[in-house]
């Protein structure tokens, strides 16, 4: 499987901005998909997952009420919508997936450093905002 993130950018505080991660390789309907977050000098942060195996959705305290993630299975891409975004929001951002069958739910995958073995991450994209 290969992702491959797009969206980010600079944006000022109170702003929106919506990272995609389009997969290929396989139908994203079979995983557990979260987007992952790493600032300069800290530890990376799950942020917002869904599980296919539970049919729950996870999101940090940080983040609750400002970022939505779904998925599009017809264009096989995971999306995070940011909303009301603040500077601390400044990080690289990364999308992964599991499979689903390997995941017991959106906190585990969000929560837990579960990814590897036999998952899959982004690249990354850098996501910038100013006071």
């Known amino acids: 499987v290969q992702l491959v993130e797009s969206g980010g950018g600079a944006v000022q505080a109170g702003g929106s901005l919506r990272l995609s991660c389009a997969a290929s390789g396989a139908p994203l309907e079979d995983y557990a998909i979260g987007w992952f977050r790493q600032a300069p000098g800290k530890e990376r942060e799950g942020i917002s997952c869904?599980?296919?195996?539970?049919?729950?959705?996870y999101y940090a305290n940080s983040v609750k009420g400002r970022f939505t993630i779904s998925r599009d299975n017809a264009k096989n891409t995971v999306y995070l919508q940011m909303n009301s975004l603040k500077p601390e929001d400044t990080a690289v951002y990364y999308c992964a997936v599991k499979a689903g069958l390997f995941i017991d739910s959106a906190q585990d995958m969000c929560v837990r450093d579960v990814i590897s073995p036999m998952g899959y991450w982004g690249q990354g994209t850098q996501v910038t905002v100013s006071s």
């Open positions: 869904f599980s296919n195996s539970d049919g729950s959705t």
